[in-house]
C-alpha cells in the first residue's frame, strides 16, 4: 500500500479518480488550484486506487495525504 501526498498546498480544484480506479504513472490524479494556476498532480506508479481523502474545494498542505494506493 502507498500514501500519494501532496507536493504543495493548494485547494482541490478536481479529483479524477475513484476507489477501485487503476493508475497507471504520468496518469493525472487530481487537480490543485495554487496561486490562481491549475496543476495537475500526477500518479508516479502503478496502483489501484483504495482511498481518495479529499473533496473539492479542500484544502491541502505539502505533504498532505490525499490518496492511498494499493
Known amino acids: 500500500m502507498a500514501e ?3 507536493p ?3 485547494v482541490v480544484a478536481e479529483v479524477k479518480v475513484q476507489p477501485g ?3 497507471e504513472p504520468g496518469q493525472d490524479l ?3 488550484e495554487s496561486m490562481k494556476m491549475m496543476i495537475p498532480f500526477q500518479s508516479e506508479t502503478n496502483g ?3 482511498e481518495v ?4 474545494g479542500d484544502f491541502v498542505n ?3 495525504v490525499v490518496i ?3
Open 4 to 6: 500519494v501526498a501532496c
Open 8 to 10: 504543495m498546498a493548494g
Open 21 to 23: 480506479d487503476t493508475v
Open 30 to 32: 487530481l487537480i490543485l
Open 48 to 50: 489501484v486506487v483504495r
Open 53 to 56: 481523502k479529499v473533496n473539492v
Open 62 to 64: 505539502e505533504g498532505d
Open 68 to 70: 492511498v494506493l494499493e
